[in-house]
């Protein structure tokens, strides 16, 4: 949908012209998974798949909200009414952030505003459609109530929603990728310290694509299985002895994994502390300009996921497995896990033949169709018209 049909499409619903239009986008994260919450690192990149909002603020203390992805009508909300809805719809999204706002002093928000959404972003993909609402909206409200906030700062506001008002305890990346991420590179981000770093990353100057392969499943196990793997990286660190995760140094791993007795939480701390080891690999190999050599360590990453951390799938699994086999230069799965998506570096000349074969072993192991699309490492939010 064109920009033109969006901003069309506000004025049908609120019988007047918008003030602007904001877009943020979804993201994958190339790797360092399940490292941002014990204070690791992570390398995300912006997706071209945004979520977009028209925008027109109020003067009387309404918030309306309207996804046109969505047949639900129109959300209307009094602002000063705001308060935490854990397991709400989808408008709990772009209302959080207005509560956050608020809650962070910024009252000139108290005024309200018209919203309306599109978004491109697949759902349920492991991708933070969440995240670009979120961002998207938190931008435009920024823009138009002149709030003084830059994009990291942002990003907390958002990640707060998320946390505080929907109730899903998110790390900062996802809304930090879609608020600052550039076009042509992927994000170094260290959590701790939110200090961060463009690394350049354009596989299409090198002959290759990063395919992302949607399987379109998502597994209730998923749901539980977060916070799961998050207690039980906090128990490893309580009995090492160190503040996070984070703290602990590879070189000196397996030392500190012959201090642990528990199984599973062994298992959580080799990924974790691997994990971060590899962001830096990444990160070194990018700087070298040597993307293919990121093929092994993408693999390597999915094999701790699955078997240490054991949050991949049948689904994930497969594709991973049949497109190494077919050519490609490595490939994970990508996000949370129990379903969602993969990352596939491979060779654009090997692009088709490495998806028609994901594709089939899929089919043949009795699995939905999966959804792939190149990763064009993308711009972040930004104001559209």
Known sequence: MSTTELIGEFEE??????EGVWAAPGRVNLIGEYTDF?????????LPHTARVAV????????????????????E?????????PGGGWWTYPAGVVWALLEAGHEAVAGGADVHLRSTVPTGAGLSSSAAIEVSVGLALADLYELPLDRPRLALLCQRAENAFVGVPTGIMDQTASACCEAGHALHLDTRDLSRRQVPFDPAAQGLELLVVDTRVQHALGDGAYAERREGCEEGARQLGVHRLRDVPYEELPAF???????????????????NHRVTRVAER????????????????????RDDLRVSCAELDLVVASAVAAGALGARMTGGGFGGSAVVLVESAAATAVT????????EAGHQAPRVFPASPSRGAHRVS
């Open 286 to 305: 990018l700087d070298a300009g040597d993307l293919r050599g990121l093929g092994p360590i993408l693999t390597e990453g999915h094999a701790s996921l």
């Open 77 to 85: 909300l009094r602002i000063a009414d705001l308060a935490p809805q």
């Open 56 to 75: 027109a603020r109020r003067t009387d203390g309404l918030l309306r909200l309207h996804s046109g992805d969505i047949d639900a009508g129109v959300t």
């Open 257 to 275: 994994l012959g201090k642990l007795s528990d199984e599973r939480v062994l298992r959580y701390v080799r990924h974790v502390v691997s994990d």
């Open 356 to 363: 028609a074969a994901v594709v089939a072993a899929l089919a």
């Open 38 to 46: 014990n204070d690791g690192f992570v390398m995300p990149l912006a």
């Open 13 to 18: 619903l609120y019988g007047c012209e918008p």
